[in-house]
C-alpha cells in the first residue's frame, strides 16, 4: 500500500484538477476532521494534523456537491448550516462521491472508509458500494454528475461509479 504522503498527494492532484482549490497551511483553530479546513470552498491542509488522506476526498465530496454559489461561502464542518435534511442528502451523496472518487483513482476503499470515520460504519460502506448498492446514486444523478446502469444505456455513457462531471454547477 502506498505511504499516507503519496496517497494525500494523488488525491490533492485530483481535488485540483477537478476545479476546487486546496492550499497547504498550518492550522491551529479547531477543526471537524484532524487536518482539514474548508474555509469560502478552498480545502486547507495542514499535513502535520491529517490523519486519513481519504477524509480529503470526503470533504472535496461535499464541496462538489454543492452550488457553485454554496461552494463560495463554505466554511468550516459544511453540514452545520444547512437543514438536517439538506446535511443528510448531501453527507450521504458526498460519501457516493468519494467512493467514485476513490474508484477512478484506483484506490482501496478503505482509503476513504477508514475504521475511525463513519461512525463505525466504514465497513458497511465498503460493503454496500463494493456491492453495487450505491446509496444515494439518484442523488448524484438529480445533480447531472452520473448515471445510473438504466440511464446509462439510453445515454451511451458509461455507469457511476464512473462520474460525467465532479462538480455540480
Not at 484506483?106 to 463513519?118: K, M, N, Q, R, T
Request: proline share 5%.
Amino acid at each position: 500500500m502506498p505511504n499516507k504522503e503519496t496517497i494525500t498527494k494523488k488525491i490533492v492532484d485530483f481535488i485540483n484538477e477537478i476545479g476546487i482549490e486546496t492550499n497547504y497551511m498550518q492550522i491551529d483553530e479547531p477543526t471537524f476532521l484532524p487536518g482539514i479546513l474548508i474555509k469560502e470552498g478552498v480545502i486547507h491542509i495542514d499535513t502535520h494534523k491529517l490523519l486519513y488522506p481519504g477524509d480529503l476526498l470526503h470533504e472535496a465530496g461535499h464541496v462538489a456537491v454543492m452550488t457553485g454559489e454554496d461552494r463560495k461561502k463554505a466554511v468550516g464542518n459544511v453540514g452545520e448550516t444547512k437543514s438536517q435534511s439538506e446535511a443528510g442528502g448531501e453527507e450521504l451523496a458526498a460519501i457516493a462521491w468519494s467512493y467514485a472518487a476513490s474508484t477512478y483513482l484506483s484506490l482501496a476503499p478503505e482509503i476513504v472508509f477508514h475504521p475511525e470515520g463513519y461512525k463505525g460504519a466504514a465497513d458497511w460502506y465498503i460493503e454496500q458500494y463494493t456491492g453495487g448498492t450505491y446509496i444515494a446514486l439518484p442523488y448524484l444523478q438529480w445533480l447531472g454528475l452520473c448515471y445510473d446502469e438504466k440511464q446509462a444505456a439510453l445515454q451511451q455513457a458509461k455507469p457511476y461509479p464512473y462520474m460525467q462531471k465532479w462538480l455540480r454547477d
